[in-house]
T-cell receptor, first 111, second 114 residues
């Protein structure tokens, strides 16, 4: 089974901190994605990557950056965390047309 | 205009009955269609995929696709309390600039009542 592993299940950070969310997949997938999910707003795409060193902005990239130095790892960075970035963050990967596999999610609270 | 639309629900279904969920999409070149189940506080889990017109059955789940009418549906037969979740419809247009990237609906909440 494809595994997508997110490093933290729950995270509490202070306003202004730099936050790193890590995602690792073990199936050699080219495509990786970061979403946030908020009640009533559904899944919103933050950034995605089709290959190592490549990144594309999604629908809501403001306040975020990403890094993909190795194929299996896609990191989401909150440069200066704010309370409106409190959310569930979901990483996903896919190598083909067969849909995403999601990680278990990171519930981030910024205080 | 939303690209993938679903009724938000909640859809209340008696235990043992059939739950019927619908999804419409706007992009005519869409080629791959998926249903995800998401339990509260958990991440989405892929339960069905369909790529051609018609029906696809997997256990108690049946996905139905009609590309001409641009809709995809999910039937859950013999609904169980464990089916209570939010079901997300997702569509892949497979165009050059969107390959691999899914468009998600907002999800339909299903509540199965004993």
């Amino acid at each position: 089974d494809v595994k997508v592993t997110q490093s933290s299940r729950y995270l509490v950070k202070r306003t202004g901190e730099k936050v790193f969310l890590e995602c690792v997949q073990d199936m050699d997938h080219e495509n990786m994605f970061w979403y946030r999910q908020d009640p009533g707003l559904g899944l919103r795409l933050i950034y995605f990557s089709y290959d190592v060193k490549m990144k594309e902005k999604g629908d809501i990239p403001e306040g975020y950056s990403v890094s993909r130095e190795k194929k299996e790892r896609f990191s989401l960075i909150l440069e200066s965390a704010s309370t409106n970035q409190t959310s569930m963050y979901l990483c996903a990967s896919t190598g083909d047309i067969y849909g995403y596999t999601f990680g278990s999610g990171t519930r981030l609270t910024v205080v | 205009q939303k690209e993938v639309e679903q009724n938000s629900g909640p859809l209340s279904v008696p235990e043992g009955a059939i739950a019927s969920l619908n999804c419409t999409y706007s992009d005519r070149v869409s080629q791959s269609f998926f249903w995800y189940r998401q339990y509260s506080g958990k991440s989405p889990e892929l339960i069905m995929s369909i790529y051609s017109n018609g029906d696809k059955e997997d256990g108690r789940f049946t996905a139905q696709l009609n590309k001409a009418s641009q809709y995809v549906s999910l039937l859950i037969r013999d609904s169980q309390p464990s089916d209570s979740a939010t079901y997300l419809c997702a569509v892949n247009s497979m165009t050059t600039d969107s390959w691999g990237k899914l468009q998600f609906g907002a999800g339909t909440q299903v509540v199965v009542t004993p």
